[in-house]
């Protein structure tokens, strides 16, 4: 059978343009017998708390009844969307996720999502409730194709088993309709739950970002054919029905860079944010953060600023100036002096010690912030995880920003990135590249820390949830910022709930 993959990058709550998105892919994909689409392609994912919204439930069914209306001459599609399940629950919106089968106007009800996730990112059952039981597979050319939904296919360790169901009931091969985010080894764990199903399966997932999460693509037919990564894409693969295998290595820092390019790139894009700003101070973290915002925004859409202090060597303007210079973005520079002065004067004792260093860095900001105010547009926050972890940072300073690349992104990791960005040219000076880290607040400063022992320590705890003392210490901190761009299995954000007050 000709089974096409449409991996599409959807807006949350976009529904004119989800539909015209989905609509497209199916003309493009006329030859195909079945055209699959990632989960909730209709209403875009995550939705999270519109779902609360009673018109937006009924705004979704109503635009996924028009999608069926104007299906007439398109193959077979299988479109995730959502309807009331008829379940009366106190306070909760009682939804089932769903696989439609739409075709020639019409449509029907394909599979409901029975397994629903609620650990990191995922809160599944806060909206939808399950599917009471798996549903015969469908009839396509000829074939029995057994339908799951995304959780569907990760149910190694749930009591129920859709996969192993529709086997049962005579599947011959299965699809999984994902909207499944990236993290490190998120592309070997589709594979191995993939392979676990015991059929031949096709795995089509969502690319694009919305918010923290973002989805990198990479649609398979298990050991046969794929997709490309970070991407839209709809190809039509033969797919004879015959199981495969594939081994697939872990993510590169290549694959790192190209999903948070992405990220901010749609972060930007479908927030209606046409200009970046962003500090460079001539250190290894802005200078990485700059590259990816250059490279997703497109250079002529990023202004750099400099704000040397009486602290700043000389060197780190002109490494900030030269790499603005390479990437061919704005560069302007605003001494700090007069504002540092002027606060010391009217803050006597209080601009001292820590005080004073954390003085300059909420000073900046407000410049920064003055450019996005002036201009439009918003702050490219250069903060890396390690820093976030540790609280070495300062809150209303150099926390602010509108989105993170690189806040969940550890310290020995952003000089990865970096690596890889010069390979083939030098974009990131070797000043920068071999300097020690510092913040360039006081005299001679430099970072207290030796990162590429201390960074992974910190992200073990990170990812079993534990605390320490300046983690804790500094919990309301990470609490205000900005959006960090999720690239571990555990990020700083929606997936990290620790309270701020505890014992």
Not at 470 to 499: D, I, N, Y
Request: hydrophobic letters at 40%.
């Amino acid at each position: 059978m000709k089974l096409a993959l449409a991996q599409i990058n959807t807006t949350v709550g976009d529904l004119a343009g989800n539909i015209a998105r989905i609509l497209d892919a199916a003309r493009q994909a006329r030859d195909a017998d079945l055209i699959v689409f990632p989960e909730l392609v209709v209403p875009g994912y995550p939705p999270r708390d519109i779902l609360y919204d009673a018109s937006f439930v009924e705004a979704v069914g109503a635009a996924t009844q028009d999608l069926a209306r104007q299906s007439k001459g398109l193959p077979p599609m299988l479109v995730g969307s959502f309807a009331p399940s008829g379940k009366k629950l106190f306070l909760h919106p009682a939804l089932h996720n769903i696989a439609y089968l739409i075709h020639d106007g019409e449509m029907r009800i394909a599979q409901v999502k029975q397994l629903l996730p609620v650990y990191d990112v995922f809160y599944e059952p806060r909206w939808f409730v399950p599917g009471e039981k798996t549903l015969p597979p469908i009839e396509i050319a000829g074939k029995r194709i057994g339908v799951l939904i995304c959780e569907d296919m990760w149910d190694e360790e749930y009591p129920i088993h859709p996969g192993a169901e529709l086997k049962a009931m005579g599947a011959e091969a299965l699809v999984c309709m994902s909207a499944a985010p990236f993290h490190k080894g998120s592309l070997q764990d589709r594979v191995h739950h993939a392979s676990r199903q015991g059929l031949p399966i096709a795995f089509v997932d969502l690319v694009g970002g919305n918010d923290e999460l973002v989805f990198d693509g990479g649609s398979f037919i298990l050991g046969h054919g794929k997709l490309n990564r970070f991407e839209e894409q709809v190809e039509i693969l033969d797919w004879n029905l015959e199981r495969g295998e594939w081994k697939i290595e872990l993510e590169s820092v290549e694959d790192i860079f190209h999903v948070l390019v992405l990220g901010v790139r749609d972060f930007a894009h479908k927030n209606r944010l046409k200009q970046g700003f962003i500090g460079l101070s001539g250190g290894i973290d802005s200078s990485v953060a700059a590259v990816i915002a250059a490279e997703a925004l497109g250079a002529e859409h990023l202004t750099g600023i400099a704000i040397p202090s009486r602290y700043t060597d000389p060197r780190s303007t002109e490494a900030a100036q030269e790499l603005a210079s390479n990437l061919g973005i704005g560069f302007e520079v605003v001494e700090l002096e007069s504002m540092h002065k002027a606060m010391e004067t009217a803050l006597g004792s209080l601009a001292e010690g820590v005080g004073g260093e954390n003085l300059q860095a909420r000073l900046r900001m407000m410049i920064l912030m003055s450019y996005v105010n002036q201009r439009g547009g918003f702050l490219v926050n250069t903060s890396n995880k390690t820093e976030l972890t540790l609280g070495y940072s300062t809150l209303y300073g150099d926390m602010a920003g509108a989105i993170s690349p690189l806040g969940d992104v550890t310290k020995p990791e952003v000089y990865e990135l970096a690596r890889y960005i010069n390979v083939g040219r030098d974009i990131i000076s070797s000043y920068v590249m071999e300097r020690k880290p510092s913040a360039e607040l006081k005299p001679e400063q430099v970072d207290p820390f030796d990162y590429d022992t201390l960074a992974p320590e910190l992200e073990k705890m990170v990812l079993a949830n534990e605390s320490n003392a300046a983690m804790r210490a500094s919990e309301h901190k990470r609490g205000q910022m900005g959006v960090v761009l999720k690239v571990s299995e555990k990020a700083f954000g929606s997936g990290r709930m620790m309270p701020i007050t505890r014992k």
